[in-house]
């Protein structure tokens, strides 16, 4: 069993809200117990570029509550090629690091563990994503903050719908997977939600925005951006071609929903997700996942992530449609 004297963390994928947050808790931790912290700036291209920089204690004060990521983030071309993957391998050597923790996705991951294969180095992956689509874990970083911008951004716009009697088509994110749609309208009392594991019975639907409109009410639908019809642009150009454009309109939440300062929950399970990363790499473990399994923090093999999540709560759906006013 190697003894871990040094670790890297780096971000990688989408930015998430609390990736700061575990860097702190990584960096923090992995100093409690002795161990020297690096920093790759810009995910795995960073890696590949050498960009890489000790992290002190007093490097991540303050960043806590701060969005988005100080090590910056990307999605690497060059490292899905083992020539780039051995300069990357090369890096670490040279400056005695011996593992690596990577806050990112299952794209991330899979990358991390071929890494890990072809080296025999050890790595541990933690979990951040709003789209909280990754197996394995019933929580990733950035799911709960996500959840909260678009709840204000419904709040808003539900002013200017109720104002005007209109019925408004509100896009989130969501990567093919509805958690975060489904989510969003049960807590902000959205009459509809479109979702990719789901097909719409679009006659139905039409009949609620007919009724919906006819009777001057509000309403809000949330559209994840991966539904099978395409977006809230497509779900309008359906309506529009029969006739119900009047008093629709479309918002597309786009990049609001990555931003601003973590929640609690995010903050929370950042600081035990970063520490349990330590303590596993502490305990000669590799090619694991920090994750939360039943209200407790874990990991669990890092191959299960690579499965996407589709065990949504459909009882969200039945609720969401009784408290509809159609």
Known sequence: MIKVQNIAVLTSGGDAPGMNACIRSVVRAAIYHGIG????????????????VPLLYDD??????????????????????KEFREVAHQNLKDRNIDALIVIGGDGSFKGMKTFSEEFDF???????????????????????????????????????????HRVFLVEVMGNNSGVLALHAAAASGAEEVFIPERQEDLLEFKGKIARAVNAKKS???????????????????????EGLDTNIRVSILGHIQRGGSPSYLDRLYSALFGEEAIVCLLKGKRNLMTSLVDGKVTSVNITESFTRKTDLNMDYLKLIRKLSIY
């Open 37 to 52: 912290a690096f920093g790759v700036h810009d995910g795995f291209n960073g890696l590949i570029n050498n960009n890489i």
């Open 60 to 81: 991540v004060s303050n960043i806590l509550q701060r969005g988005g990521t100080i090590l910056g983030t990307a999605r690497s071309k060059d490292f899905r090629a």
């Open 122 to 164: 050890p790595v541990i992956g933690i979990p951040a994503t709003i789209d909280n689509d990754i197996n394995g874990t019933d929580y990733a970083i950035g799911f709960d903050t996500a959840l909260n911008n678009i709840i204000d951004a419904v709040d808003k716009i539900r002013d200017t719908a109720s104002s005007h």
């Open 219 to 241: 309403s809000i639908i949330i559209v994840s951006e991966g539904d099978g019809m395409g977006g809230a642009k497509e779900i309008y150009a359906y309506l529009k071609a």
